[in-house]
């Protein structure tokens, strides 16, 4: 199988002539079908988008509403009632969650057929690994992300190619066989890959994706230039939304998504990302340890284990108590911390329910919203506090990460699984230390106004103490 694999930053091997004679049977397969792209080269960006290796240029100046690549429905692959009804039954099989799997079998199916198979052009041009992608990470790269929520997806995904693959082997060979050769957890794997790499859920979150070949080559970017549109074919276009000028690459929006989602699905990180978030668990451990971590330990607050019913009241609205409650919670992203946290803390911290009554949620949940200062500092401090017990939750530090990571850069073989490791916990990280700086800074303040208010208190009696003097009856001065 010839490949095109997206190359490193500092690949610097000659572009053009290999790309042509990789990728020209594509090309012609596409233009064949109908598709029209002559506004798009195919290149090897050497990182000129952000870090990315293989991706796509514009040909030309573009301007908004440019489309920039047209494919038909026919070149789109994906999956229907129409497919082969043993595949279909396959595919009911696999949890709708792994949707990533479920086309992955259709794409398994168009590699088992070879060079007959429709998508063959397509197919051929795939990675034949995705290193990246912690599915296939060595075990000690996956302890390196010191991080469980994504540890258990990648064990979670694991455990499900290997029992899908001894289901597959237990009809080998049989007429409800679709593949008709040995498809095992690595060839699952490399599916599941392939796709959650590269597709798209064209027609919502609740239908079958769509492999888009060549608009899956545009990288990632928060910032991006272009986005996907459905044509009046059934098909979906590439379209400029700003200007772009010649040369540019083109950069779609994989979504707002956290580092535990690019990673798991598309093998990289982004160290700056605005919606990456720690997740904790909302119980009464968490609560105790931010108290004691921020010094309120001694200040009263409501138990979750006996909360008065107005509290109660407020916590099930907010989806953090009762029945069919989510009790994670997230931190350290662009908000800080998660705005039902921030309600609950306050809530548990009220004196009474007159004092949280007619207070909307909306309200509750804004950093830029208080109660009371004393209940504001309270909260604010314990909040602080969660950060704090996440940041202790990583075995190492940043300092630590970071020259673990220089040391890894500088060893003759490759570890592209350890970088990726110490680059996502590094970023969970920087995240958490940076909203500890912020409601630091927010509980400093705070902190002075508590210190004007009982400068002003203080004021207030010393001078009620003067006035007191000043009314009363004045000695004469005769001695006793």
């Known amino acids: 199988m010839r490949t095109l694999t997206r190359a490193s930053s500092s690949d610097s091997t000659p572009v053009a002539p290999a790309v042509d004679s990789q990728i020209q049977p594509m090309l012609s397969w596409l233009r064949g079908n109908g598709a029209v792209f002559d506004k798009v080269l195919i290149s090897n960006l050497n990182g000129a988008d952000g870090g990315s290796g293989w991706g796509l240029l514009a040909l030309q100046n573009?301007?908004?509403?440019?489309?920039?690549?047209?494919?038909?429905?026919?070149?789109?692959?994906?999956y229907d009632d129409e497919c082969d009804t043993n595949l279909l039954a396959l595919i009911s099989k696999v949890p709708k969650e792994l949707w990533g799997m479920r086309l992955g079998l259709r794409l398994l199916a168009q590699r088992a057929a070879g060079q007959a198979a429709f998508w063959a052009p397509y197919v051929n041009l795939l990675p034949t690994a995705f290193q990246g992608v912690p599915t296939f990470f060595a075990g000690d790269a996956i302890q390196a992300l010191q991080y469980p929520p994504v540890s258990a997806q990648v064990g979670k995904r694991c455990k499900f190619l290997i029992s899908f693959a001894a289901e597959l082997a237990s009809i080998r060979g049989k007429p409800e066989d679709p593949f008709k050769m040995d498809v095992d957890a690595n060839a699952l794997g490399w599916a599941l890959a392939a796709v959650s790499s590269r597709?798209?859920?064209?027609?919502?979150p609740t239908e079958p994706a769509a492999m888009l070949p060549l608009i899956d080559m545009c990288n990632h970017s928060f910032q991006q230039n272009c986005d996907t549109q459905p044509n009046s074919l059934g098909g979906i276009n590439l379209v400029a939304n700003q200007h772009i000028a010649?040369?540019?690459?083109?950069?779609?929006?994989?979504?707002a998504l956290?580092?535990?989602?690019?990673?798991l699905d598309y093998g990289f990180v982004v160290p700056s990302n605005p919606h990456d978030y720690v997740c904790?668990?909302?119980?009464?451990?968490?609560?105790?340890?931010?108290?004691?971590?921020?010094?309120?330990?001694?200040?009263?607050?409501?138990?979750?284990?006996?909360?008065e019913q107005w509290q109660a009241d407020v916590l099930v609205a907010l989806g953090l108590h009762g029945p069919g409650a989510n009790?994670?919670?997230?931190?350290?992203?662009?908000?800080?911390?998660?705005?039902r946290l921030v309600a609950a803390v306050r809530v548990l911290y009220a004196r009474s329910a007159a004092e949280v009554r007619g207070v909307h949620l909306d309200k509750l949940r804004s950093l830029e919203f208080r109660l009371s200062l004393q209940n504001e500092v309270r909260s604010l401090s314990t909040l602080m506090g969660t950060l704090v017990v996440a940041l202790a939750g990583f075995p190492t530090t940043i300092e630590n990460d970071l020259e673990e990571l220089e040391k890894l850069k500088r060893l003759p073989e490759e570890r592209p699984d350890m970088c990726l490791s110490l680059e996502f916990r590094i970023s969970k990280k920087k995240h958490l230390v940076a909203a500890i700086q912020n409601l630091g800074q927010r509980v400093k303040g705070l902190s002075l106004e508590v210190e004007q208010e009982h400068a002003k208190i203080e004021g207030g009696k010393k001078n009620a103490t003067k006035d007191k003097h000043a009314s009363s009856p004045k000695s004469k001065g005769f001695g006793r």
Not at 246 to 255: A, I, R
């Open 62 to 78: 573009c301007k908004p509403g440019d489309v920039l690549i047209h494919l038909p429905a026919s070149v789109l692959l994906t």
């Open 199 to 204: 597709a798209f859920r064209t027609r919502g």
């Open 246 to 255: 010649q040369g540019t690459p083109l950069l779609l929006n994989y979504g």
């Open 258 to 263: 956290p580092n535990d989602f690019l990673l």
């Open 280 to 307: 904790l668990r909302f119980d009464e451990g968490l609560l105790e340890n931010a108290r004691l971590a921020s010094n309120m330990y001694k200040e009263p607050i409501g138990s979750l284990d006996s909360l």
């Open 327 to 339: 009790l994670e919670v997230r931190v350290g992203n662009a908000n800080l911390v998660e705005g």
